[in-house]
């Protein structure tokens, strides 16, 4: 006799981005997000706007999300949720809408930790990417934070290397806005970098000691580059925007990759697995895949689009904690701060 299967429903809104997905047990049936360009103009996230943008996107996305899947809503099983971290106004929309749909479905609340989403990502069931083996070191690498994760299993995560400012994916869209390039800027260098020469210009990385990070003291060098150079020539950026850009992006992927090598090293560890907004970036994906040849790690990159914000990874925490049968009533608060 076949077991009843899971189907959860997974709501995310921790940034910009509305998002739903409905998993059955380890696979995603949809996946859908609403972007919000509204921040465009601004040159980054309003979060008054983002959680005005939520209150609209959140009753469509998801029913999208249930009519893609072919699941109606008595199916459900479970609804899981971003408690945080993220911006309050944001979370508070994905979290109450949650509670409310639980409640009237007389379904489990899940709440669930958007950092541990990322890295369990993963685990998701998807034809040609394999899953992590117990223990490996995650490497979360986003807008907001940059972590190096040791995975001992499912809900057994420790830290051991963090950024001690700046997040790699600010790094990216400052040095991009430095550059007249538009929000978000990341994305932006990652495409010039391809067509330019990473030696071209040096930038010093800094001297953080252990496994953590620092990037305010290269996002400042870069500032000062760039104004000292169009001070000579006003012309600097555009006649050198694609060696400019490869030369920041090199420089980043080398702090990156020091880091985590020191991490193997000091662990023991093998496998290493990345997520996050930045895991994205085909300079970094590259590189990690050359890792693997050069120093016989195994390593594991996500789907593209379990990379950016999206419901799918907290669906796939939901669905674990589901079969642990750890769910939460309607007292859980959403949390802009919180550790893995």
């Known amino acids: 006799m076949q077991e009843k299967p899971t189907y959860i429903l997974a709501i995310e809104s921790s940034c910009d981005d509305t998002a739903a997905a409905i998993l059955k047990n380890d696979k995603v049936l949809s996946n859908v997000v609403a972007r919000q360009a509204v921040h465009e103009e601004y040159g980054g996230v309003v979060p008054e706007l983002a959680s005005r943008a939520h209150q609209q996107n959140i009753v469509p996305v ?21 408690q945080g971290p993220g911006l309050m106004g944001s979370l508070l929309v994905g979290s109450s809408f949650a509670k409310s749909m639980a409640m009237a479905l007389n379904v489990p609340l899940i709440a669930v930790n958007h950092m541990q989403a990322h890295i369990l990502a993963h685990f998701i069931t998807e034809e040609g990417f394999d899953k992590p083996e117990f223990p490996f070191l995650a490497m979360t690498i986003s807008g907001g934070h940059t972590q ?33 390039l538009p929000y978000p800027g990341g994305p932006l260098i990652d495409k010039y970098a ?22 305010s003291g290269l996002k400042t060098q870069i500032l000062y580059f ?74 594991f990159i996500p789907k593209f689009e379990y990379t950016t914000d999206n419901a799918a990874m907290i669906g ?11 769910f939460n009533d309607a007292t859980v608060v959403s949390k802009a701060r919180i550790e893995l």
């Open 226 to 299: 760039v104004q000292k150079q169009t001070a000579e020539n006003p012309n600097f950026i555009e006649e050198n925007l694609q060696d400019i850009c490869a030369s920041i992006q090199y420089t980043i992927i080398n702090i990156l990759m020091d880091k985590i090598k020191l991490a193997v090293k000091e662990t023991g560890i093998k496998s290493v697995a990345i997520g996050g907004g930045v895991s994205a970036n085909s300079g970094i994906r590259k590189t990690l895949k050359d890792a693997e040849k050069k120093y016989g790690w195994k390593t």
């Open 148 to 180: 190096i994760v040791k995975v001992t299993d499912y809900f057994t995560m420790e830290v051991i290397g963090e950024t001690t400012d700046d997040a790699v994916g600010e790094a990216f869209d400052k040095s991009a806005k430095i550059l007249g």
């Open 316 to 326: 796939i925490v939901g669905y674990h904690k589901y079969l642990k049968n750890q």
């Open 194 to 215: 391809q067509e330019g020469n990473p030696k071209a210009f040096q930038f010093t990385k800094p001297k953080v000691p252990g496994l953590n990070f620092s990037f």
């Open 62 to 82: 998801i029913d999208v999300a249930l009519k893609k899947a072919g699941v109606k809503r008595e199916e459900l099983c479970a609804v899981a949720f971003t």
